[in-house]
């Protein structure tokens, strides 16, 4: 059961992270407008199985108005809410909580920063660890992410059939093109099961300025401007849709099966493998495979 909602409040980035889900970058558009975003949450108050409406981007506090609205809405109508951001605006403890604390005052009380060396290289305090001090200091929870960049597994450390390298980045998204270069990759017929996304039983969706409701990044259930979000998350049969069907039945594999889509023989992972059979589907399936930007698409 779905019970909460991300919100992709921009596209629009500080950085071109080469992990990026999403390949935002400062040239990226498409921003939630507030007759949106306040319509959104009318509509998520309607629906009771929901009780969490974070926001998220790209990077919120560029739309820092907006983001601040925002909280105080989803606090208002009685949501739990939380912020992820890369944190380019700590600079400083003391000002890091100017931009945190009139979020607080309107409900924020968990924040989670990036912290890596995607984000911010490998300094010794960087703007993450900062961000994190600073919401410590005012009470707020304070959850970190921080994802590893990829690395080899000695072959004989790990089980058969897992993945041969560690790290936290999935590869899709700009991974493709930027993190797959001497990693060790596994034939495509055995890579049968999306490990990642529950797709039958979504606990959370995200949902993108242009009215994409993703179960995974790129991989759209419908769109909340053409019918309502209620009906988008009630008539979504997993089953019958033409990418989650066959992901469910025996992963990238079957998808590849199912379409006759020519690919390489060997990937990195199954999220490798999906991620460039949904870049050759796009065109065949635009409105389930969106917003083409997600797979490096113009």
Known sequence: ?????HVL???TCTYNCDHCFLFCSPERTGVFTL????GLIEEAT????IHSISFEGGEPFLYYGLLHEGIRQVTQAGFDTAIETNCYWATGVEDAKLWLRPLQEVGLKKIEPGDDHFHH??????PGQIAAQAANELGMTVNTICIEKPSIIHPDDHPRGEPVYAGGPKIRGRAVETLVKDLPTRPWEELTECKIEDLKNPGRVHIDPFGNVHVCQGLSMGN???ISLAEVLNTYDPDSHPVCGPLLKGGPAALAKK??????ERYVDECHFCSDLCKSLVEIFPQYLTPRRVYGLE
């Not at 309607?46 to 199985?49: A, G, P, T, V, Y």
């Open 35 to 38: 007759a949106q975003m306040t």
């Open 121 to 126: 290289g490998d300094t010794k305090k960087s």
């Open 224 to 226: 909340y401007l053409e």
């Open 46 to 49: 309607k629906m009771k199985n």
């Open 1 to 5: 059961m779905i019970t909460g909602l």
């Open 9 to 11: 409040l921009t596209y």
């Open 259 to 264: 379409y006759n889509v020519p690919h390489a």
